[in-house]
Each structure stands twice: as structure tokens, then as C-alpha cells.
């Protein structure tokens, strides 16, 4: 298979890999990772609060919950776990065990992604889907660390300099198991526990910080936590109510979990130690089409002012001097022409937008009209909002994954060779002052 062409229906697997690097808690990184994917029709952003009014308007399908690992090791992790039996609810449940270092990131959007319904995940990573839906954790988190594709687009947006750490790690890991193993050993098959040895994953062995995502996802009636480190599956935090929202089951478990990050906390220490990121509707996608909509509409009602008032129809309806109507209409990426649509349904909605505006009496066609105009306005405000959202996001991803390193050794080479690194690096002397 050619990996440059990606995923192509039954991938291959690819045991020798480059290995994971870290990404960072990001939304905007999320969104194109997701992207990257196939994933059409969702974004990800972030949560300040799990309040009503700063979550529940988003409709979330997912939450991702990044925090600080506390000093634990995972030994007396897996030690409580061993006797946690899995959930016989879960089994519907999309869960990958979390098998290489730093691939936490991607494995909590998969692991939500994957359990959402009525979303486009595109070719490849549906297929990817339809192939390990049946599979056991243990085997879904092996065959997303042998997936090219989705390493490829984990590893599109990581920093250089992360990407040479993940290869040093992986490096030094090899060497000091090759110094570890004794001699006799060699050849024989080592009796271990399974995945209860395993270690720590994202848990560097320096004084560095490291983060571990956590997903929460709806499905089948019930709230669902999903840890790729916790190898008994998913577990169910709740039931929802029906007809309620599955936020307020979720709630106060997160108020627990953020509580105790915070109490814990230095004063005196500026790092993060926790953030929430929300798998929402793409606000783009929604916000085009409801564009293209009022297109349509407006269109519709200039019809029936013009078959009810064909001479002077625009006298009868106010229009603003400060914005044109077409450029009401116009954005920075659509002309006031019709364009595409994304949701499936919109020609059954436009139908139904038609039929009303023919029946609609003549009286109430002005100021349909004009209800339709500042509409637009606002739409067209959304657009370019979400138009300069996505732009700095892709000039903040360019930054961090542009590789400055040649660059500075070609200065500091240029400096040495030239004579003035020496004035900048050495101490400058203390002049002798007389007594």
C-alpha cells in the first residue's frame, strides 16, 4: 500500500512506525486533527466552565478533559484495577486501550469521535470503524498505533523538536531494556501479567509535566468516561434522564475532578493544570448554510414583491444605507450568488421555506423581507468570525510546526566562523579599579 495516498480499505499493518509525539491541548489543533482525519460536519472547542450557561448552548456530542498526571506509577494503577470487571453495558461502547506513548491525544478524539452517530467520518477512518468495531480495547488500541494514517496525522501537527524527542525516547527506551536483559534470558519468553506491567503512558522519566486526555461521550442512554489507560473498558458515569440533558449527568463528576486539581494546586506555580475541549457542530458549516438559506429566501420573497407591487416594490420596504443589500449577502469566502449546502436536509427545509412564503399574506411580505436582510447581517458576522478563527489557527499551527533549528545553526555557525560568537558567549572582563 502506498502510505502516501493514505488509508485504502483494509490497512496493512505497520508493526516498525515512527512513534507518537506529544500535541498539545489545543482547539483549534483538535479541529484540524479532525480534519486531517476525514471528520466532516464537527470542531472542537474549549470550555472555560461547566456551568449551564457556558456549556449547554453548545450542544456538545463530546467532552475532552486534558489535566496534569499526578505523581503516581502506574503499577499501583493496574494493582486497583485488576479486579475491576468490565461493564456488560459497554460492549456497544466504541474504546480503544492507550498501547503507545504520547498518543493520548488522538485516542480520546477517536474514542468520542467514534461513539457520535450522524456524523461524516470519511472514507478512510469509517472504514477504519466498519474494520474494529468488533474487536476487543486491547486489540482497537493496537491496530490505531499500526494505522499510518492516523499516526501521519497525529504527527503532522506536532513541533519538530517534539517529534526528535519522541525518536530520542524511543531510542533510549530500546537501549536501556537491550542493557537490562540478561544474558541467559535471551531467546526465552518472559512470563508477564499482560497490560497490568505496562507503564505509565505520557509519564516522562524527567522533571518534565505531562498531560493525559480523557473523553466523555452519550451513548445507548447512558453518560460514558473514556480512559485508554484504564484497561477494564469504559466506565458508565450515569443514566440520562430522558429527555434531559446528558450534561447534568456528567456535571458534577467534572466539578469533582476540576475541585481537586485546583485545592491541590501551588499558588506559586503558573502551570495548567486542567482544561475542557467540546466536540460541537461545526458553527462554519451551520452558519453557511443558514447563509445560503436566507439567499434563497430572500429570492422568494423579491418574487412575491414583485408579483404584488411591480412597480415601486422597494418603496415599500426599508433598506439600510450603511451596508448594500448584495453585500449583506457577500462574505470573504462566499459571493451573494447561491453556493453549496452542507446538511442533508436543506432541500426539504428550503421546500418548506417556499411553501410558506407562497402562502405568507401580502401584507407580511415588507417586513419578511427586511427580517430576512438582518438576518444575513448577522449570519455574515458569524461567517467571518469562524473565516478568521480558522485562519489563526492555521497560522499558529505553521509556526509551531516550522522547524527553526537550521536556521539558528546556520547563524551561529556563520557567527563562529566570522569571529563574534566569542564576544557574545564570553564573560566580559572586569575592568581593575585603583584604591
Same mark, same amino acid.
Given at each position: 500500500?502506498?502510505?502516501q495516498?493514505?488509508?485504502?480499505?483494509?490497512?496493512?499493518?505497520?508493526?516498525?512506525?515512527?512513534?507518537?509525539?506529544?500535541?498539545?491541548?489545543?482547539?483549534?489543533?483538535?479541529?484540524m486533527?479532525?480534519?486531517?482525519?476525514?471528520?466532516?460536519?464537527?470542531?472542537?472547542?474549549?470550555?472555560?466552565?461547566?456551568?449551564?450557561?457556558?456549556?449547554?448552548?453548545?450542544?456538545?456530542?463530546?467532552?475532552?478533559?486534558?489535566?496534569?498526571?499526578?505523581?503516581?506509577?502506574?503499577?499501583?494503577?493496574?494493582d486497583?484495577?485488576?479486579?475491576?470487571?468490565?461493564?456488560?453495558?459497554?460492549?456497544?461502547?466504541?474504546?480503544?486501550?492507550?498501547?503507545?506513548?504520547?498518543?493520548?491525544?488522538?485516542?480520546?478524539?477517536?474514542?468520542?469521535?467514534?461513539?457520535?452517530?450522524?456524523?461524516?467520518?470519511?472514507?478512510?477512518?469509517?472504514?477504519?470503524?466498519?474494520?474494529?468495531?468488533?474487536?476487543?480495547?486491547?486489540?482497537?488500541?493496537?491496530?490505531?498505533?499500526?494505522?499510518?494514517?492516523?499516526?501521519?496525522?497525529?504527527n503532522?501537527?506536532?513541533?519538530p523538536?517534539?517529534?526528535?524527542?519522541? &525518536?530520542?525516547?524511543? !531510542?533510549?527506551?530500546?537501549? #536501556? @531494556?537491550? +542493557?537490562?536483559?540478561?544474558?541467559?534470558?535471551?531467546? *526465552? =519468553?518472559?512470563?508477564?501479567?499482560?497490560?497490568?506491567?505496562?507503564?505509565?503512558?505520557?509519564?516522562?522519566?524527567?522533571?518534565?509535566d505531562?498531560?493525559?486526555?480523557?473523553?466523555?461521550?452519550?451513548?445507548h442512554?447512558?453518560?460514558?468516561?473514556?480512559?485508554?489507560?484504564?484497561?477494564?473498558?469504559?466506565?458508565?458515569?450515569?443514566?440520562?434522564?430522558p429527555?434531559?440533558?446528558?450534561?447534568?449527568?456528567?456535571?458534577?463528576?467534572?466539578?469533582?475532578?476540576?475541585?481537586?486539581?485546583?485545592?491541590?494546586?501551588?499558588?506559586?506555580?503558573?502551570?495548567?493544570? &486542567?482544561?475542557?475541549? !467540546?466536540?460541537?457542530?461545526? #458553527? @462554519?458549516? +451551520?452558519?453557511?448554510?443558514?447563509?445560503?438559506?436566507? *439567499? =434563497?429566501?430572500?429570492?422568494?420573497?423579491?418574487?412575491?414583491?414583485?408579483?404584488?407591487?411591480?412597480?415601486?416594490?422597494?418603496?415599500?420596504?426599508?433598506?439600510?444605507?450603511?451596508?448594500?443589500?448584495?453585500?449583506?449577502?457577500?462574505?470573504?469566502?462566499?459571493?451573494?450568488?447561491?453556493?453549496?449546502?452542507?446538511?442533508?436536509?436543506?432541500?426539504?427545509?428550503?421546500?418548506?421555506?417556499?411553501?410558506?412564503i407562497?402562502?405568507?399574506?401580502?401584507?407580511?411580505?415588507?417586513?419578511?423581507?427586511?427580517?430576512?436582510?438582518?438576518?444575513?447581517?448577522?449570519?455574515?458576522?458569524?461567517?467571518e468570525?469562524?473565516?478568521?478563527?480558522?485562519?489563526?489557527a492555521?497560522?499558529?499551527?505553521?509556526?509551531?510546526?516550522?522547524?527553526?533549528?537550521?536556521?539558528?545553526?546556520?547563524?551561529?555557525?556563520?557567527?563562529?566562523?566570522?569571529?563574534?560568537?566569542?564576544?557574545?558567549?564570553s564573560p566580559?572582563?572586569?575592568?581593575?579599579?585603583?584604591?
Amino acid at each position: 500500500m502506498d502510505l502516501q495516498n493514505g488509508y485504502n480499505g483494509a490497512e496493512e499493518l505497520d508493526l516498525i512506525g515512527t512513534p507518537f509525539s506529544v500535541l498539545e491541548s489545543d482547539p483549534g489543533l483538535f479541529t484540524m486533527l479532525l480534519h486531517e482525519m476525514g471528520v466532516e460536519g464537527l470542531e472542537v472547542t474549549e470550555v472555560y466552565d461547566i456551568a449551564p450557561w457556558a456549556i449547554d448552548h453548545l450542544s456538545p456530542r463530546g467532552l475532552i478533559f486534558c489535566y496534569l498526571c499526578p505523581e503516581e506509577t502506574q503499577g499501583d494503577r493496574d494493582d486497583v484495577e485488576t479486579y475491576d470487571a468490565p461493564d456488560a453495558d459497554a460492549e456497544d461502547v466504541w474504546f480503544a486501550n492507550q498501547l503507545a506513548d504520547n498518543a493520548c491525544a488522538s485516542q480520546a478524539l477517536l474514542n468520542v469521535v467514534l461513539n457520535c452517530e450522524n456524523i461524516d467520518l470519511g472514507e478512510r477512518l469509517g472504514s477504519f470503524l466498519s474494520d474494529t468495531c468488533k474487536m476487543s480495547p486491547e486489540m482497537k488500541g493496537l491496530a490505531i498505533t499500526n494505522s499510518p494514517f492516523i499516526r501521519h496525522a497525529h504527527n503532522s501537527f506536532t513541533r519538530p523538536a517534539d517529534t526528535r524527542a519522541s &525518536y530520542h525516547a524511543a !531510542a533510549s527506551s530500546a537501549l #536501556k @531494556y537491550a +542493557k537490562s536483559k540478561k544474558p541467559e534470558q535471551t531467546g *526465552k =519468553r518472559k512470563s508477564g501479567k499482560g497490560f497490568s506491567n505496562r507503564k505509565k503512558v505520557g509519564k516522562p522519566e524527567n522533571n518534565q509535566d505531562a498531560y493525559h486526555f480523557i473523553g466523555y461521550v452519550p451513548r445507548h442512554g447512558k453518560v460514558w468516561e473514556l480512559d485508554g489507560l484504564r484497561f477494564s473498558g469504559p466506565l458508565e458515569v450515569g443514566e440520562i434522564s430522558p429527555g434531559s440533558n446528558w450534561i447534568n449527568v456528567l456535571r458534577p463528576v467534572l466539578k469533582m475532578r476540576m475541585q481537586r486539581f485546583l485545592s491541590g494546586a501551588d499558588e506559586n506555580t503558573d502551570h495548567i493544570k &486542567y482544561n475542557l475541549l !467540546a466536540v460541537v457542530e461545526d #458553527k @462554519y458549516r +451551520k452558519a453557511s448554510d443558514e447563509m445560503e438559506m436566507l *439567499k =434563497r429566501e430572500r429570492a422568494a420573497l423579491e418574487r412575491r414583491l414583485q408579483e404584488t407591487y411591480p412597480d415601486e416594490w422597494s418603496n415599500r420596504v426599508r433598506i439600510s444605507s450603511s451596508c448594500p443589500v448584495d453585500e449583506t449577502f457577500t462574505t470573504s469566502v462566499q459571493p451573494d450568488s447561491y453556493g453549496p449546502t452542507f446538511s442533508k436536509d436543506f432541500g426539504a427545509r428550503k421546500m418548506e421555506k417556499d411553501m410558506a412564503i407562497l402562502d405568507m399574506p401580502a401584507r407580511r411580505i415588507p417586513a419578511s423581507w427586511e427580517a430576512c436582510v438582518q438576518s444575513a447581517l448577522s449570519v455574515k458576522l458569524t461567517i467571518e468570525e469562524e473565516v478568521e478563527k480558522a485562519k489563526a489557527a492555521n497560522t499558529e499551527n505553521l509556526n509551531r510546526i516550522f522547524d527553526y533549528e537550521p536556521l539558528f545553526r546556520a547563524i551561529i555557525t556563520s557567527m563562529h566562523a566570522e569571529g563574534t560568537l566569542d564576544e557574545i558567549i564570553s564573560p566580559p572582563k572586569m575592568k581593575k579599579t585603583k584604591r
